[in-house]
């Protein structure tokens, strides 16, 4: 029998105790309205050893606590709308040296005249104000707000902030060694660590991601595990060059975040893995820092705390608050830029704990940080919270151009081989937070063996219902028995009020096929739904281009808005530039269309006037480019003779491209 003891030694009875809090806690909080993140951080502070001493800080909880950081810089990076975060670059660099430079002249001029410390160790508290670590950004990704412009604005800002507070550090250190900051080496050192690092994960990072995922498609773990090798790759080399794990993390985030679209089941499982592991371990393990003895047993240490906390929140948000005049920004936009930019972790401990090894600070200002980081987030888990809730209730209020109607994507499955890809795209053109299932149909023919036939079906199925399993949305099976597979189709797209319809590609025409038509002829004139047919030779996500072919007078077509928006959303998700083939006298109305919708992508126009000129262009593709043909249906006012022939073409040129033929839908049937 185990002997029971304070703080727990039993790695059973700390793990239960661990996964109790982080079960209870954050609901808990969230029933009476305070941020769950809260309740994590408040944990830490009773358990830990200047609380109860229920858990010690060892080197376990050390370095789950540092995965923890170094995952929520990673989740930031993936989670932002990379196409802003390129257009916002600059504002993104002015916002974060306003952030950085604001707060550290007067955390400089508070250390120096309120503090009496020395101008080297005045400057160098003065970079712990200026830094900052968004820990408050799950709040932010909760409410949906990841992908908005202030926010990504904010994740740049917090790659400027955090270097430049790693850049004072290594300054302050050469000058306490040398007495001169005359040492090109460290700017040397510092500069090239810095180029170095973001080529490496940046550039080469993204190419092996690529790689990787176009040959390793069906093993979802293996996918997982290295995705989470690169991260603490990516963090590891940052440490081996001298810069903090947490700037290689962000930039991990940003170089796969093209590879990873937000709906597919590798995000799910990153996320699984962040939210309920990893990041509330960091939560805790942070609280565990405070030390509230310290500022009961001392008045001074107490009033120092005061100050120095005081003016660090106070430069946050005078910085929030003239970026936001300049910028037109609402009251709650510049709440939650400044509850980002108000927390510090990681930065503001290594500097503290370098500038003591220097003995320029002693542990008064190690028990002055702790406050600050664990006071500043809770306080900014407030502000996020609230702020973050008017922001979306703004949004909302703003009149939409357009209601759209209930999404309902089905998949009828005939093939086992491409149940995966046929999903994955499924899963790619479905609107974010749209609860209902992907309905993945199995149409039984045969009468004299549809019990056996069923079984089948229903086991070909379980391998498309695992490779969603971590999808909130589900896959729902349905199971049909019908006269004729093109009849089960459309009987069930009616039932089921399905508004798009993905199936799989076949180039192979049999002689029955000949005389009474293919499975996609016969559905063609029976389904007034959308229709993709799919042939899909990579990954989706390892796309680097959506080329789509259109013909001429698309846009007079009913379906045309349908699947522009679906297209646009596709992209989106794989965070794809888009390159349209239209006819020259459709190309204003395209471009009208796509102005008014809300792509932050690059889009470009190749227009034609003949149809060798068509060909020509379609056939200028790269190996990473998604080819999409808008497919008139057959007596619509965009259908030709030459576009009835366009099917054998692309299995005659296109066997080594992924492709999808888009049907739009039309009234005429409905």
Excluded at 109 to 131: D, E, R, T, W
Excluded at 380 to 399: H, T
Excluded at 471 to 495: F, M, T, Y
């Amino acid at each position: 029998m185990h002997h029971f003891s304070l703080p727990l030694d039993n790695p059973v009875l700390i793990f239960t105790f661990i996964l109790l809090v982080i079960f209870a806690l954050p609901a808990l909080f969230n029933r009476i309205r305070i941020p769950g993140m809260l309740g994590l951080i408040l944990a830490g502070i009773l358990a830990g050893p200047n609380g109860f001493n229920i858990l010690a800080r060892d080197q376990s909880m050390q370095l789950l606590g540092s995965v923890g950081l170094v995952y929520i810089m990673f989740l930031a990076g993936l989670e932002v709308d990379i196409f802003e975060f390129r257009k916002n670059r600059l504002r993104s660099l002015v916002y974060g040296a306003a952030t950085f430079l604001i707060p550290m002249l007067l955390g400089t001029l508070v250390s120096l005249y309120l503090m009496n410390l020395s101008m080297p160790a005045s400057i160098l508290l003065g970079s712990v104000f200026g830094s900052h670590t968004m820990l408050v950004y799950p709040i932010i990704s909760r409410l949906g707000l990841a992908k908005t412009e202030p926010v990504t604005i904010s994740v740049g800002g917090t790659l400027v902030a955090e270097i430049g507070s790693l850049l004072v550090l290594a300054l302050i250190v050469d000058y306490q060694k040398a007495g001169t900051l005359d040492n090109y080496w460290v700017w040397l050192r510092l500069g090239g660590g810095i180029t170095l690092l973001a080529f490496v994960v940046m550039w080469v990072f993204p190419r092996l991601a690529r790689l990787f995922f176009r040959n390793v498609y069906s093993e979802g773990g293996a996918r997982f595990l290295f995705t989470l090798l690169l991260i603490f790759g990516a963090s590891s080399l940052a440490e081996l060059l001298g810069i903090e794990p947490i700037i290689g993390a962000l930039l991990a985030g940003l170089a796969l975040n093209p590879l990873i679209p937000e709906t597919s089941t590798l995000k799910g499982r990153l996320d699984f893995t962040g939210n309920f592991i990893f990041i509330p371990f960091f939560l805790i393990s942070t609280g565990m820092l405070a030390d509230p003895s310290a500022f009961i047993e001392s008045y001074e240490v107490a009033g120092i705390a005061l100050i120095v906390t005081v003016a660090a929140i106070f430069s946050k948000f005078v910085a929030a608050y003239f970026y936001q005049k300049i910028m037109g920004y609402s009251a709650s936009i510049r709440n939650v830029m400044f509850a980002l930019s108000n927390t510090r972790a990681a930065a503001a401990l290594v500097v503290v704990t370098v500038g003591m090894r220097i003995e320029l600070f002693d542990q008064t200002i190690l028990n002055v940080t702790i406050f600050l980081i664990v006071f500043s987030s809770l306080l900014s888990s407030l502000v996020a919270e609230y702020s973050g809730k008017r922001m979306v209730a703004e949004d909302e209020r703003r009149p939409k151009k357009q209601t759209k109607k209930l999404q309902r994507v089905m998949v009828p499955i005939g093939n086992p081989e491409s149940v995966e890809h046929l999903l994955e795209l499924a899963q790619l053109i479905q609107e974010k937070n749209n609860p209902e299932p992907i309905f993945a149909l199995t149409i039984v023919a045969d009468e004299s063996h549809q019990n056996q036939g069923i079984t089948e079906a229903r086991k070909m199925v379980e391998k498309a219902v695992h490779h969603a399993i971590d999808k909130d949305s589900g896959i729902e099976v349905v199971s049909r028995i019908d006269l004729n597979i093109p009849g089960g189709i459309q009987r069930s797209a009616r039932e089921l009020l399905i508004s798009e319809v993905v199936i799989g590609w076949n180039a192979k025409i049999t002689a029955r096929d000949k005389m009474f038509g293919t499975v996609l002829d016969n559905l063609l004139h029976h389904l007034a739904q959308m229709v993709m047919v799919c042939k899909v030779m990579h990954p989706l996500n390892t796309m680097n281009r959506v080329v789509i072919a259109l013909p001429q007078y698309a846009e007079l077509e009913e379906g045309f808005g349908h699947w522009l928006s679906t297209v646009r959303a596709l992209a989106g998700q794989l965070d794809c530039s888009l390159r349209f083939i239209v006819h020259e006298t459709s190309v204003e109305t395209l471009e009208k269309s796509n102005a008014e919708a809300e792509f932050s992508g690059a889009i470009a126009y190749a227009t034609y006037s003949e149809w060798d000129d068509f060909l020509r262009l379609s056939l200028d593709l790269k190996s990473d480019d998604l080819f999409v043909l808008i497919h008139p249906r057959p007596y619509s006012v965009s259908h030709s003779r030459e576009f009835g022939q366009m099917p054998r073409f692309l299995s005659r040129y296109f066997r080594e491209f992924s492709f999808i033929i888009i049907y739009p839908e039309t009234q005429g049937l409905k």
